[in-house]
């Protein structure tokens, strides 16, 4: 219900004939700057395509205006302590582990993997961006462990009890991965890092327009050539079943922050926008994977209308 996806199309074919789409842009603080305020103008837009429309298209457009925020979750609040920001976080792993997410998603990264490892007679490398408590880089690494996965896994973050708790629990398993600080929007790791894939998983939502845009940018200068992120599918099924099932880890700030989170969760045009203005050329690269929404980005196509560095 709330993908929108007729006036969201509408909306997106107005405001091309309003602006160039994608427009253009020179610098990554200038291309944040444009996605945020075309993914503004986009949603206003789709308001008007849907009072026109009137009928379920008003009603699921209201609904969606209803649950929307821009809120921060309880995790991100540089106030909190990173002993509680840990604990949350290993939490949410034990809930993703006990729902057997992770599955599902190595079905869903895996024909890439394994595209790229054909292509270049190699392993793929792999660089996850915004691990967390490292479940699913642990995962994928569990199956290379198994010869069952022709990939190399690094996993990474910003914050360095996470990155410390995700080694500990990689040489505890005796999995092949190493985990890194570093942060997704800045990119500052070192220039030697070569990966095929970067990776970014139930993490989209917590960055601006903006932000995941300079995030697929900053992938593609350096050298990756896919960039996949996996999050929630902006739906009422997760906006209840997401705080729900985060209940079941007895802790309430992470059932807030599930909450929160599911009502941020991008509808799948609004990442094809985002994606399109980053690469400089109009894109229809999501899709959806119950319950995920998965931008599946080719990074390296050459194309000489593009404005990106």
Not at 23 to 52: G, M
Not at 122 to 132: K, N, Q, T, V, Y
Not at 159 to 177: F, G, H, I, M, T
């Amino acid at each position: 219900m709330l993908q929108l996806k007729t006036a969201g199309s509408i909306a997106l074919d107005n405001l091309g004939e309003k602006l160039s789409f994608p427009p253009r842009w020179e610098t990554q603080e200038e291309l944040e700057d444009i996605v945020n305020r075309c993914h503004r103008a986009f949603l206003d837009e789709r308001f008007n395509v849907s009072k026109q429309l009137g009928g379920l298209f008003l009603v699921a457009e209201l609904t969606d205006r209803a649950i929307r925020t821009g809120e921060q979750e309880h995790m991100d609040n540089p106030s909190m302590s990173s002993a509680k920001k840990l604990e949350m976080i290993v939490a949410l792993e034990r809930m993703n582990a006990m729902m057997r997410l992770y599955p599902g998603y190595i079905s869903v990264i895996e024909p890439s993997i394994r595209t790229i490892a054909r292509q270049k007679h190699r392993p793929a490398r792999i660089l996850e961006l915004a691990s967390g408590a490292g479940g699913l880089a642990l995962a994928i690494a569990k199956k290379v462990k198994q010869h069952e996965l022709p990939a190399e896994i690094t996993g990474s973050d910003i914050v360095p009890e996470y990155v410390d708790y995700c080694n500990e629990q990689a040489e505890e398993k005796s999995l092949p991965v190493q985990f890194k600080t570093i942060n997704a929007f800045g990119m500052d790791f070192h220039e030697g890092c070569e990966c095929d894939i970067i990776l970014l998983a139930q993490s989209m939502h917590h960055f601006s327009p903006g932000q995941l845009a300079r995030i697929i940018v900053q992938s593609r200068m350096h050298g990756a050539q896919t960039f996949m992120g996996l999050d929630g599918h902006r739906g009422i099924d997760l906006v209840a079943g997401v705080p729900l099932t985060a209940m079941l880890q007895g802790i309430p700030l992470l059932a807030l922050d599930g909450l929160t989170s599911a009502r941020k969760f991008y509808s799948e045009i609004e990442l094809d926008m985002i994606a399109s203005i980053a690469m400089g050329r109009k894109l229809e690269c999501t899709f959806f994977s119950w319950p995920l929404t998965v931008l599946d980005l080719p990074l390296q196509e050459k194309n000489p209308s593009s404005n990106t560095p």
